[in-house]
Each structure stands twice: as structure tokens, then as C-alpha cells.
């Protein structure tokens, strides 16, 4: 299918014609193209995910590569990286190819496999990293997510490893015993609801180590949902020491704090935990300044009987595709500390980066595969189960409104939604197939 | 009152209310015919999640003075697994016609979660939930240091300018939590004493006073020293180095009780460790109010249910 998005604002503010020719940017339209009405719309590039749970293989009950693509390509998203906690762990080269190629199959985003960085998630002996980063699937971001690389010996080691096939670490910064049981944010609330606390230090603790390993062994370091005022700290001072360090925080911390917990409505109970009002501005303002540098879901879908129960039972975690833009929006451009322009890099340019995921650096470039993300930023609506589009309901937004909706989303030239509704999975599967086939030819 | 959830959101009328008509149902207590025919008719669940045998027999007491019909629902040890436990078991309660439950559950909030979900309309009645909040046994104690200081004077009046001081592990306590709010709102000056580890972080902003001193708080002459128990599973966590110390440190010794004025209330909500946080002379002395807790829990007990079940839609 051959596309004309009409008068679409760009990111920069200024206005144009998008054309979209065998998949790719061209330069003028082709004859017979299909036209799509951008007029009052913005064209971002398309939204990149360094932080998705697939759930697939092994717990195909909370979300499939399917299912949670459907969700990504409804929030606007063109590529996610499904993290490794899947069972089996992606800790050979077999399950990561099954992933991506699963992914490539039903096409409604690119998914690019993260690897363990430990066997089993088990944090003792090194996974295949070489296997898995010269696999089908090319890993190059490596990650134990969910849990803490804790071990600083096995940390500096999977640093430099890593480094030898260019791939980066990402950690999951928890020290494990500081946050035995723990249920949500330490601090006056937790004392008084007698909920287990999880401290700030447990998660700043293990950055900053982490950021000095990093350093002395001069390899590249990610560190995922920066939740906390001093973590904002840390890696600030890390920047500021050269360190090659990247930081991603979440669209919930940018948004909710631990108050919601007092409802003891486990839809709130997520891992890093809801921290304070002060954490969410310092996140914000780290965000705007570039010490936090892309913005990551950390959707994690779980089944309804995970949440229907008493805090301490609940799982922790929350769907975060459908609803990421417009908490951006929300949080960031809303409140006048982004441009469009950073919403495009925090979301799309930043993130493809640090995942080695090409045909991002530059948006709308002539030639690239076409990835773009068609949102109405004025429209409004009450977000309600009627948005999800995975298949996790646990989503801590319901009944609030929320800024914006994503019209329309073009995946390699050919759209996964269109008109605010997703494109029919037989149709999106075949349009994949069919840029695959020209991609291999030329 | 719909439920009874936590001490928190009592107001002064509401507390020195229930325990005006815990002072009506002690009366019931001395009769001959210990019952009372009010609930008749009403179904009251046990449901406990926890092991307690003295909370689950101070309700089963309380409704049955009452005339209730009560069931006990141990899910402890059942098929009850987790996620879908709570959920299950509420809807079958639910469908059994329950008007009242008592719910004792390891996780804090687990009754107000009760409360609010869809899965059951019955009145929800808070009987300790995880570190949280324990109501009716604050309410209780209230009642036990109402009664020491007036006597058959106590209708109508709080507890004000009363200074108690709680000793032990504030931390995991929902005794504690429950007893700083009711206090409070009585009108109590509320001190509380343990080493720094068993305090809950944010405690700065609670209406107390902290100390880790019980040496310095026994000389202070408090109107009402109420010493917790500590559980076995922190002897081995790190909150302090052994029993041993820890009784020398923050136990209610001989020393220490001969040092608190005779009409020093010694309280302690059971069960006791004699010998590690209250030796056995404090526990026998004639300052202890342990068993006086024991009778005025099924008053308050009834109390609590009356308001819950009897007067559904008004005021008593």
C-alpha cells in the first residue's frame, strides 16, 4: 500500500506532505497512493519501546507477541524490546529467534528480544550472550529485568562481556535484601499502612555502584525505571563524569505517586514502587534536561486473578502501551517542559539508540522505512477498559482523562492502525511479509 | 456504621460511642443469662486467614451473647490458595447469606479491599489485618483504661490528658497503629518507646513521642505502660542482636515495675512472652490489666457488632 499523509504538523512545528512509497519515505507521492488526512494531526517517528514484557513463551495467559504488539501498534509504538522473564528464560539463542521471528510474523511491530544477562534470571553464571547477539535476532540489549544483577563481581564481568559484542547492559537496580518483601515505597505512608517498604536506597544503592563499575571498565550502561529523586541525582553526576550511562523512566513515575496506594487497590502496586510527589518532578525536570533519556513502558501485563486480591498477593506491575503517549503528553508537553520535538526523541530516536535498532536517527528520512505515528494531541477521553488492546486489564489509568489518541500507525510503510482502530491481523501479517520479501531482494 | 476498618477515621463521637455500649453490654456479663436476644436471626462469619484462637473465640463469644448465629471459617490450612483466595472465599460468604464478617488476614488492607470490592455486601469488621490496623483491640484497651480510671462513671467521657506510653516493636504492630489513632482522638498523650529499627520509618509525623529509652520512660511516670509482644520470626532479621539484650533493653522487669507508681496500668494484648518483654511479676501485679483486656474484648466485641448489625441505617 502506497500512503499520503496531508498536512500532518512535524515535531518541529512546521507542516507537510508525507510520502510513503513501497514502504519507504519518497519524496512525492505515488500514483494511486492511498490519501490519509492529516490536517490538525502530529506525525511523530515511530514510538520505540526499550521496555516491554511479551509474556510469551510461557505465560501466553497474561499476553502473547501478539497480542502485546496489538497493544503496542494501538499506543502508536513501531518496535518493542520484549524483555528476557519469559519461561523458558531468553537466555539461548533458540527462544530469542522464536520471539523475533514471531514478531516479524504477525508484524504489527518490530520485536527485538532482550537477552538475559544471567542463566535463568538466576544471577549466577552468564547466559549465551554471544549466541544469542549473533543470533537471527541480533540482542544487543541484555537484561536480568525483574530482577538485580546483584552479584558485583558477575555485574563488572557481564559489563565488559557485553562490551565485546557491543551490546549494553540493563539493570534492573534493586538491592534484593533491602527490598525483602517489600510492598511499596518506604516513607511516613508505608509506616502508616503497614505495607513493607521499599526504600529509596535500595534502588540508588545499586546505581551507583553500578555507574562505577561501569567507569572502571569503560563499558555502556542502561539502567531501566529510574524511580527515585536521588537516583535523578546519580546519574546526573555520572553523566557529568563522562560515564557512558542511559536512563529510562516510566510513564506511571511520571505520573502517579505512592498516595494512590492508600486505597490498598493492587492496580497500583508496581516494581519500582509509586514513590513521592517530589520524586515525580525530579524525574520530570531529569527528563527535560536530558539526564533521563527516553521514556520506556515497562508494560507488564498480568491476568485478572493476579490483581483481584489483597496488596501483598498482587502481583506487581501495569500495562503501559495503549496509554504512554498520552501520559507523556500529559506529564511532560501538557505541563510545558517538552516540545514535540523531545517527545520524538524520548520515545522513538533515544530509545532506537541505545537498542542498536536502526532506521531512526533520522525521522521521515527519504529512503528509510516509513514508521510513523499519526495522533491527534487534542482530542480527550476517559481511559477505560475500551483502550487496552492487549490482554492485560491492569491498567492504573482507568476512569482518568487522558490527553490525546493515537489515529494512526505505520509500521514499514503499511498501517497497523488506521482511524484509531487496529488493522485486521491477517492483512497486517501479509503487508510484513510482503516488505520482508522486498527488503531481502534489494 | 457500615464497617468497622481502622481506628483511623473514628471521630471522638463515634469512639467514645462504641464504648458507651460496650459499657451497656458489660452490664450482660454479670447477669445470669448472659445473652441478649438483638441479633437473632443475623448471620455472623469468622473468617480468618491467620491463626487466633483468642480473637476468633472473643468474636465467636461476643455474637453468640448476642444472639447471632456465628460460623467460623478457618481459611487457614484450606485449599485457599493465593490471587484468587480472598475473592472466592468473600463471594461464597456472600452467597451464604453472611450480614456480618470478621476477617483476620496476614495482609494489611486486606478488609478494607473486602469493603470495597462488589464481591460481598456484608458489613466488613476489621479483626487485624497484616501490620496495619487491629480496631477493636485498641477500642478495648481504651475501654480497659476508661474503666480503671472511672469506674461506673466512665459513659461519656475520653481519655484526655492520659499519658501511655506503648513499648516494642512499633514496626510490624497493627496494635500499636490502631492504639496511636484511638488515643489521639481520645485525647491521650501517646509516647512510644523501642529501638530504633523497630520504629516504622515516617513515624516523625505520627502524634507521638519517640524514645528508645524505657529506662527514662519509666521514670517519666506514665498513667499507662502497654508493652507488645515481640514475634519469634524477628529474633532472627536483624532488629536486634538477641532476646537477651532486647528484654535488659525494652522488657518490663521487676526493676523497672517497682520503679511505675502503683496506679500504673500495665497492659499488654497478648499472648505474652514472660520473661522477654514483661516479666512474670508485671504480668500477676495488681497494675496488670491483661485479663480485664481479655473480658472487656467481648464487650467491645458486641459493642461493635450491635452498631454494625442492629442499627443498620441510624444512629443507636
Known amino acids: 500500500m502506497n500512503l499520503v499523509i496531508t498536512g500532518a504538523a512535524l515535531p518541529d512545528g512546521t507542516s507537510t506532505d508525507l510520502f510513503v512509497t513501497a514502504g ?102 552468564l547466559s549465551e550472550i554471544g549466541a544469542m547477539a549473533g543470533s537471527r535476532a541480533k540482542v544487543t540489549v541484555f537484561s536480568d529485568d525483574g530482577r538485580c544483577v546483584s552479584d558485583a563481581l558477575l555485574m563488572r564481568r557481564a559489563l565488559e562481556y557485553v562490551k565485546t559484542f557491543g551490546g549494553v547492559i540493563a539493570q534492573h537496580a534493586q538491592e534484593p535484601r533491602l527490598t ?76 502517579l505517586t505512592e498516595e494512590l496506594a492508600r486505597s490498598y487497590d493492587s492496580k ?80 522513538s530516536s533515544a530509545p532506537a539508540r541505545i537498542g542498536g535498532l536502526a532506521g531512526y536517527e533520522t525521522a521521515f528520512a527519504i529512503g528509510s522505512a516509513a514508521n510513523i505515528t499519526l495522533y491527534d494531541a487534542s482530542a480527550s477521553r476517559v481511559f477505560g477498559l475500551g483502550d487496552l488492546r492487549g490482554k492485560g486489564l491492569n491498567t492504573p489509568y482507568l476512569g482518568r482523562t487522558l490527553p490525546g489518541r493515537v489515529i494512526a500507525t505505520i509500521h514499514n510503510g503499511y498501517p497497523t492502525v488506521l482511524d484509531g482502530e487496529l488493522v485486521d491481523a491477517t492483512a497486517v501479517a501479509s503487508a510484513a511479509s510482503d516488505f520482508e520479501q522486498r527488503t531481502s531482494r534489494a | 456504621m457500615r464497617h468497622l476498618l481502622s481506628t483511623r477515621d473514628l471521630d471522638l463521637e463515634a469512639a467514645v460511642g462504641i464504648l458507651d455500649v460496650a459499657e451497656d453490654m458489660a452490664d450482660v456479663a454479670t447477669r445470669e443469662v448472659k445473652k441478649l436476644p438483638t441479633l437473632r436471626g443475623k448471620t455472623v462469619i469468622n473468617l480468618f486467614f491467620e491463626d487466633s484462637t483468642r480473637t476468633r473465640t472473643s468474636f465467636e463469644l461476643a455474637a ?5 448465629d456465628l460460623i467460623n471459617f478457618s481459611a487457614k490450612g484450606s485449599s485457599v490458595s493465593k490471587g484468587e483466595g480472598l475473592k472466592d472465599t468473600a463471594q461464597t460468604l456472600a452467597a451464604m447469606g453472611a450480614d ?35 480496631p477493636t483491640q485498641a477500642l478495648l484497651d481504651a475501654f480497659t483504661m476508661r474503666k480503671r480510671l472511672h469506674g461506673n462513671a466512665s459513659r461519656g467521657r475520653d481519655l484526655d490528658g492520659l499519658r501511655v506510653t506503648i513499648v516494642g516493636d512499633i514496626l510490624h504492630s497493627r496494635v500499636a497503629r490502631s492504639n496511636v489513632w484511638l488515643l489521639r482522638t481520645l485525647g491521650a498523650i501517646v509516647t512510644v518507646v523501642a529501638p530504633a ?49 532486647y528484654s535488659r533493653e525494652w522488657g518490663l522487669d521487676d526493676d523497672r515495675l517497682r520503679r511505675l507508681r502503683p496506679d500504673t496500668m500495665v497492659m499488654h494484648p497478648g499472648p505474652m512472652v514472660r520473661g522477654l518483654e514483661i516479666s512474670a511479676a508485671a504480668a500477676d501485679s495488681s497494675r496488670s490489666t491483661v485479663l480485664e483486656q481479655v473480658a472487656n474484648g467481648v464487650s467491645i466485641r458486641m459493642a461493635v457488632l450491635y452498631l454494625l448489625l442492629a442499627s443498620e441505617g441510624g444512629a443507636l
Request: net charge negative; glycine share 8%; proline share 4%.
Open chain 2, 100 to 134: 456480618a464478617v470478621v476477617i483476620r488476614h496476614s495482609a494489611s488492607g486486606a478488609a478494607q479491599v473486602l469493603a470495597e470490592s462488589d464481591w460481598i455486601d456484608a458489613s466488613i469488621l476489621n479483626a487485624g489485618d497484616g501490620t496495619h490496623e487491629h
Open chain 2, 197 to 245: 529499627t523497630l520504629l516504622p520509618s515516617g513515624i516523625d509525623n505520627w502524634p507521638v513521642t519517640i524514645g528508645y529509652d524505657l529506662d527514662a520512660a519509666v521514670d517519666d511516670g506514665p498513667d499507662v505502660v502497654m508493652m507488645l509482644r515481640i514475634q519469634a520470626e524477628r529474633m532472627h532479621a536483624a532488629y536486634f542482636p538477641n532476646t537477651r539484650e
Open chain 1, 268 to 347: 497500583f502496586k508496581v516494581n519500582p514502587p509509586l514513590r513521592r510527589n517530589e520524586d515525580v518532578l525530579a524525574l520530570r525536570s531529569a527528563l527535560a534536561d536530558g539526564t533521563i533519556d527516553i521514556v520506556a513502558t515497562d508494560h507488564a501485563p498480568h491476568p485478572l486473578e493476579s490483581k483481584e486480591c489483597a496488596w501483598d498477593e498482587a502481583s506487581f506491575g501495569m500495562v503501559g502501551l495503549e496509554s504512554a503517549l498520552s501520559v507523556v503528553q500529559l506529564a511532560m508537553v501538557d505541563s510545558g517542559l517538552f516540545a514535540w520535538a523531545d517527545v520524538a526523541r524520548v520515545l
Open chain 1, 24 to 125: 519507504r519515505f519518497a519524496a512525492q507521492a505515488a500514483v494511486g497512493a492511498t490519501v490519509i488526512d492529516g490536517a490538525g494531526l502530529t506525525a511523530l517517528p515511530g514510538l520505540v519501546d526499550l521496555h516491554t514484557h511479551l509474556r510469551e513463551p510461557g505465560y501466553e495467559q497474561s499476553e502473547t507477541v501478539l497480542t502485546g504488539s496489538r497493544a503496542a501498534a494501538a499506543g502508536g509504538f513501531t518496535a518493542v524490546h520484549a524483555m528476557a522473564n519469559t519461561s523458558p528464560v531468553a537466555d539461548t539463542a533458540g527462544v530469542v529467534e522464536q520471539v523475533h521471528s514471531l514478531g516479524a510474523q504477525h508484524g504489527y511491530v518490530t520485536v527485538r528480544p532482550i537477552g538475559a544477562v544471567t542463566m535463568g534470571l538466576e544471577g549466577e553464571r
Open chain 1, 180 to 255: 525483602e518483601n517489600a510492598q511499596m515505597n518506604e516513607g511516613a505512608l508505608s509506616g502508616e499502612l503497614g505495607l513493607a517498604g521499599w526504600p529509596a536506597v535500595a534502588e540508588e544503592a545499586i546505581i551507583a555502584r553500578d555507574v562505577l563499575l561501569a567507569q572502571h571498565v569503560g563499558a555502556r550502561l542502561h539502567i531501566c525505571h529510574v524511580s527515585t529523586a536521588g537516583s535523578v541525582e546519580v546519574v546526573r553526576w555520572a553523566k557529568a563524569r563522562g560515564i557512558h550511562i542511559t536512563a529510562e523512566a516510566t510513564p506511571h513515575h511520571l505520573l
Open chain 2, 64 to 68: 453468640k451473647r448476642l444472639s447471632a
